[in-house]
């Protein structure tokens, strides 16, 4: 019972993640381009959280 409930509320994050990932009613260029920024903008994130750590610890 509480494995299936557990799993339920796994499947109900994974839909809206998937909906945040993939919204509907867009094309898939749309939607690759969203991506790419939400990707870039991570990577940039990390990065500039890295750098100033590094700076910090210097």
Not at 2 to 31: E, F, H, I, M, Y
């Amino acid at each position: 019972m509480v494995g299936s409930r557990a799993g339920n509320a796994l499947r109900v994050k994974r839909t809206a993640l998937d909906r945040l990932w993939n919204p509907p009613g867009r094309t898939p260029a749309q939607v690759r381009n969203s991506r790419v920024r939400i990707v870039g903008s991570l990577i940039l994130l990390t990065g500039l959280l890295i750098g100033v750590v590094l700076l910090l610890l210097r």
